[in-house]
């Protein structure tokens, strides 16, 4: 059974970081697209980045180019959204996703798995 669970998100100061993980179980991490994605309240889902481990890339939007970094520990089963640099806009509740076969994808509808997701809130 896949499943996808988000944690780390909470109350930051505008400039602070926050490093989001999403423990993942039911599937190898190789194998899927992991996906990152945001939702702020009266906004549509918004993806901010992907990862196929496999092919060894990566994708951001440009909203997040440069402050916010994915990464994964296999062996952890883990993948990891280090924001850096954080801005008000950047509230909403964080979603990570999954999707097979490994590539790097950007819409939310290609994803057939998601976690519950983990609030993000940034403010001073």
């Known amino acids: 059974q896949v499943q996808l669970v988000e944690s780390g998100g909470g109350l930051v100061q505008p400039g602070g970081s926050l490093r989001l993980s999403c423990a993942v179980s039911g599937f190898t991490l190789d194998d899927y697209a992991i996906g990152w994605f945001r939702q702020a309240p009266g906004k549509e889902r918004e993806g901010i980045s992907c990862?196929?481990?496999?092919?060894?890339?990566?994708w951001y939007a440009d909203s997040v180019k440069g402050r916010f970094t994915t990464s994964r520990d296999n062996a952890k089963n883990t993948v990891y959204l280090q924001m850096n640099s954080l801005k008000p806009d950047d509230t909403a509740i964080y979603y990570c996703?999954?999707?097979?076969?490994?590539?790097?994808?950007?819409?939310?509808?290609?994803?057939?798995?998601w976690g519950q997701g983990t609030q993000v809130t940034v403010s001073s």
């Open positions: 990862i196929s481990i496999k092919h060894d890339s990566t």
């Open positions: 996703a999954a999707s097979y076969p490994a590539r790097l994808l950007t819409w939310a509808e290609e994803y057939e798995y």
